[in-house]
């Protein structure tokens, strides 16, 4: 085994270990995670100093400035003005440490980060299956001990919301999984597209989280898909199909009460829905401020929301309370950045594409729920960028 094969193999265990550590800590409860960056800091120092990566030059001019010079510039004025401690931004911009996996992207050849990525997406979707069966099971079996320990032990450790899903209203057993990776069900979806078998069973997780941002997220994923690569007979018997299911939900009236309760959240009405509108509401008027436009708030800052009714500062209308904090300068840069990588990738080869439609839903999905500057959004754009700046180019990805 030369050197080169070495490299890639340990560069591959350490990306695994991360991967296990977003499914497993997330939420970093157990500190997880925080011990498999302990080891990334390690191998990068060992590949930029022994073994003498060189990172392009290009990526500190462009990701370098925008996810490291302007974020440090923010935070210092955080401090400066607006008097927020250094412990608070640090903790906002937590998830931009992520481009420590640069160098180790870097070394790995695409279809081994390819197959990495897809199968932990799917891995993910499988856990989502297991869970709910396992409270399915629970519930008719009565077994409200287990199930009141699940909710408990999950939300104490941040894992998600794994309980019943009471916020259907259905008069009997529902089980309510939602990890806090739970958006990376519409990466499953997309990174198996083209396996019928896994594309199964990534939509059957999705469906199953009952919720309409990854639902609604992962289907329109599928039609932009469809588009294109131009594969518009698949695009009508998708609709057709989609339509006779949807039928047969409605026919019943079980499965109808689900699926109003699902999209009863577009409605204006929706107790979920009010609570975002009236925070942008609460956040608009910000903006009038000049300082708050240029630079915001200050990273980690409070603001009163009406959608709450108390100070908070963090909320689900990610974009907004992006532009609240950093100002809006900065967040156009960022949204901006995301868009145009994302938006360059759809006309690449199999992984590429995947890669910027996967980015740029999760940007989109991300604005309904506090996740923008999120692993869950980051990881993605780390990938994207090491990418784009292999110089080698890589045989075709299947």
Do not use: C
């Not at 073994?51 to 400066?80: Q, R």
């Not at 931009?96 to 980060?113: E, G, K, R, V």
């Not at 891995?123 to 409270?135: P, Q």
């Not at 047969?248 to 975002?276: H, V, Y």
């Amino acid at each position: 085994m030369n050197k080169s094969m070495k490299i890639e193999k340990m560069s591959g265990l350490v990306l695994t270990l991360v991967l296990l550590s977003f499914i497993v800590d997330m939420g970093g409860a157990f500190h997880i995670k925080d011990f498999a960056f302990i080891i990334v800091i390690i191998y990068d120092f060992y590949l930029l100093t022994v073994i003498a990566l060189k990172l392009p030059s290009k990526l500190f001019l462009v990701e370098g400035v925008i996810f490291g010079v302007f974020p440090v510039i923010l935070m210092l004025t955080s401090y400066i003005l607006f008097n927020i401690p250094f412990s608070i931004s640090i903790n906002e911009l937590s998830s931009f440490l992520l481009f420590a996996l640069f160098p180790i992207f870097l070394t790995l050849d695409s279809n081994i980060i390819y197959k990495k990525i897809k199968n932990m997406l799917y891995y993910a979707s499988l856990i989502v299956i297991f869970t709910f069966i396992m409270l399915l099971i629970f519930g008719v079996l009565n077994l409200t001990g287990y199930l009141t320990a699940i909710d408990s032990f999950t939300r104490k450790y941040n894992i998600g919301y794994i309980g019943q899903a009471g916020f259907l209203g259905l008069p009997f057993f529902a089980p309510n999984v939602y990890y806090k990776w739970s958006m990376w069900l519409i990466g499953s979806v997309i990174f198996n597209i083209e396996n019928r078998k896994r594309l199964l069973v990534s939509l059957f997780a999705m469906a199953l989280t009952f919720s309409t941002a990854v639902i609604l997220f992962s289907v329109l994923g599928v039609i932009i898909w469809l588009i294109i690569n131009r594969k518009y007979t698949s695009l009508i018997k998708m609709t057709f199909i989609s339509l006779f299911i949807i039928g047969i939900f409605l026919s019943i009236s079980s499965t109808s009460n689900i699926i109003f309760g699902i999209f009863s959240k577009f409605s204006i009405n929706n107790i979920s829905t009010l609570r975002k509108v009236e925070t942008i509401k609460s956040i608009l008027p910000l903006f009038k401020d000049g300082t708050t436009a240029i630079i915001g708030m200050g990273i980690g800052s409070e603001f009163y929301s009406f959608g709450v009714n108390r100070f908070v500062s963090s909320v689900e209308v990610s974009h907004f309370n992006m532009m609240r904090q950093f100002g809006l300068i900065y967040s156009f840069l960022f949204f901006g950045f995301i868009i145009w990588r994302s938006i360059s990738f759809l006309r690449r080869d199999t992984f590429k594409m995947k890669l910027g439609l996967t980015l740029l839903l999760l940007f989109f999905a991300a604005g309904t729920n506090p996740l923008l500057l999120s692993p869950i959004v980051f990881l993605f754009i780390v990938l994207s960028s090491s990418e784009e700046y292999k110089k080698k180019i890589n045989r075709k990805v299947v």
